[in-house]
């Protein structure tokens, strides 16, 4: 294309792994599998009404260190099997942080944290430790930030949110239609829950949108 009226804003590109390609480097086990499959279902039968334990969702705000996620994740693990009997729980793992203004956006954007933006890296390191967690057995939940992540990270997902900035965003709604775990909207940004209640509304119903494999 004409460089002269095209990507004029745009200071570089960079072809990066596909989804295909990325899940056969880091394919997901028969035991993370599994795991994931049952979390999917125990998520599904704590919110509606089935199991009766609370379901709760920690972790830190987002990932930036994946040895201290990994020391993290243990310690939930030993805690999760203590409480097994009242409290489900499932670890925060949040890959991307949406910003009011500007700061780091996250360990997919931005792994080595020196704004070198190698997403590619980010997209292998997130994979990578999600199918670490699914082998050990704690449940993952993380926010749908970008609309193409999900094609890369989702099929190792028990939980997933749609965040405050995004509820109200017709193709956040759209994707989330096609997800494959329990999806939470967040009220908007003003605390207004109906853009809560119309997103899943939105999201009950069938969609098309763009995507990418």
């Known amino acids: 294309m004409d ?14 792994t596909s989804p295909n390609d990325l899940s056969k480097k ?13 979390g999917r279902e125990v998520v599904s039968d704590i919110l509606s009404g089935k199991d009766s334990r609370f379901m709760v969702i920690v972790g830190p705000c987002s990932i930036h260190n994946i040895e201290a996620a990994k020391e993290y994740a243990h310690k939930l693990k030993a805690l999760s099997e203590e409480l097994k009997g009242s409290l489900y729980i499932v670890m925060r793992v949040y890959f991307e942080k949406p910003r009011t203004t500007i700061g780091w956006k996250g360990l997919i954007s931005d792994p080595d944290m020196d704004n070198s933006l190698d997403v590619d890296k980010g997209l292998y390191q997130s994979r990578k430790f999600l199918t ?3 082998d050990l057995g704690i449940p993952a939940a993380t926010e749908a930030l970008n609309p193409i992540t999900p094609q890369y990270l989702a099929d190792l997902i028990s939980w997933c949110a749609i965040g405050a900035r995004t509820t ?46």
């Open 132 to 134: 670490w967690l699914a």
């Open 168 to 213: 109200e965003s017709q193709t956040h709604r759209e994707m989330s239609s096609g997800l494959s775990m329990t999806v939470g909207f967040k009220n908007g940004t003003d605390g207004n829950l109906k853009m809560a209640v119309n997103a899943i509304k939105a999201c009950s119903s069938p969609q098309s949108f763009l995507g990418i494999n």
């Open 26 to 38: 880091l394919p997901i086990t028969q035991k993370g599998k599994r795991n994931i499959m049952a």
């Open 3 to 16: 460089s002269q009226i095209h990507n004029t804003n745009i200071a570089s590109e960079a072809v990066i």
